[in-house]
């Protein structure tokens, strides 16, 4: 069983930034696929961006330009850069890790991130 913690969301102005962090419980951490979803109130759960062990990436079309996910596979920790905030970014933003070859998920518990004037 994988623990992942979530951590870094908060309110913030459109236009602003946050930086997301999830640090999974593994010794195996390289030999996961990261990524983040995001899902609003009363909306399905959407993929931001993932990133595999190897360091490719893959963005939802929304938040090209914007987003950058990275890893640290010595902290155990993936990281989601969030720049140029809108309030259509709103959501509880997940951090899921998919084991390579038997494609075991585990998911965060999620940390809100609100874009507010």
């Known amino acids: 069983q994988v623990q992942l913690v979530e951590s870094g969301g908060g309110l913030v102005q459109p236009g602003g930034s946050l930086r997301l962090s999830c640090v999974a419980s593994?010794?195996?951490?390289?030999?996961?696929?990261m990524g983040w979803y995001r899902q609003a109130p009363g909306k399905q759960r959407d993929l931001v961006a993932t990133?595999?062990?190897?360091?490719?990436?893959n963005y939802a079309d929304s938040v090209k330009g914007r987003f950058t996910i990275s890893r640290d596979n010595a902290k155990n920790t993936v990281y989601l850069q969030m720049n140029g905030l809108k309030p259509e970014d709103t959501a509880v933003y997940l951090c899921?890790?998919?084991?390579?070859?038997?494609?075991?998920?585990?998911w965060g518990q999620g940390t809100q991130v609100t874009v507010s004037s």
């Open positions: 990133i595999t062990r190897g360091g490719s990436t």
């Open positions: 593994t010794n195996n951490f390289n030999t996961y696929t």
């Open positions: 899921k890790a998919q084991k390579i070859i038997t494609d075991i998920t585990y």
